[in-house]
């Protein structure tokens, strides 16, 4: 299982390495996922957000991130706590937060993101 989430997140790295960078959205208003590739098992989004760009806020728990382009985000949780977290470009995670959260992005590049989400 580990194995198909690492083939799915190199695929879709490789595919948005490919395809030209843009944003859904002029800043300061909430980017939506874009769907690059899905099947019966995962769903692969990709997401850039400029400066001052957010997401919105949902229950993030188990996806995998690929930061093809890194940098600095503003957390904000459902119960209001906020943190701010700077993320590396190559960097690759696995998300354990239980608590819905929206990500603004506080840093002074646009922040480009490939998720894996299991169904």
């Given amino acids: ?16 390495l490919s395809l030209a960078g843009s944003a859904w959205a002029q800043s300061g208003e909430t980017v939506k996922p874009k769907t690059i ?12 957000a400029k400066p001052g760009e957010s997401t919105a806020s949902v229950n993030r728990e188990g996806q995998v991130y ?8 503003e957390l904000t949780y459902s119960d209001g706590a906020k943190t701010t977290v700077t993320r590396k470009t190559g960097e690759a995670r696995i998300v354990t937060e239980k608590r819905a959260y929206s990500a603004k992005n506080v840093g ?5 993101v490939i998720t894996v989400t299991l169904k």
């Fill in 66 to 73: 690929y930061y093809v382009q890194g940098g600095t985000v």
């Fill in 1 to 16: 299982m580990n194995s198909n989430i690492a083939i799915a997140a190199y695929f879709a790295a490789a595919l948005t």
């Fill in 37 to 48: 590739a899905e099947n019966s098992k995962v769903v692969v989004t990709e997401t850039s």
């Fill in 108 to 112: 002074s590049g646009t922040v480009h």
